[in-house]
């Protein structure tokens, strides 16, 4: 089975925003929230992954480290491809903060 970038990409976004929704749910102080409520239709649920998306800017995929390149599909690379995605499109950490050297530098961008 072939895994691409696309496909990794696709699943980081579903699953942040699955996570995202579940928090809200979760800490609604009036338990009124449900996953239907708050993706009522296909509109709600474009407007949701564009928001996550707008977020991946195409500086992202630069500047890659040697740890990345020839992206040979392992589960750790795979794993550590989606947490980025994941980090960035969840506003946890910026672009340039995962590629800042030092010890928070992120596996993609080592050399």
Do not use: C
Not at 18 to 26: H, P, S, T
Not at 62 to 68: E, H, P, R, V
């Amino acid at each position: 089975m072939r895994v691409t970038l696309t496909n990794l990409t696709q699943e980081a976004v579903l699953e942040t925003m699955r996570d995202a929704l579940q928090n809200e749910i979760k800490n609604d102080p009036d338990q009124k929230k449900s996953m239907k409520q708050l993706l009522p239709d296909i509109d709600a649920f474009k407007a949701r992954i564009d928001f996550y998306i707008r977020r991946l800017k195409p500086e992202f995929f630069n500047d890659w480290g040697d740890k990345a390149k020839g992206f040979d599909g392992s589960k750790a690379v795979k794993d550590e491809y989606k947490e980025a995605v994941a980090l960035v499109i969840g506003g946890d950490r910026s672009i340039d903060s995962l590629k800042k050297s030092g010890s928070n530098q992120h596996l993609l961008y080592q050399d």
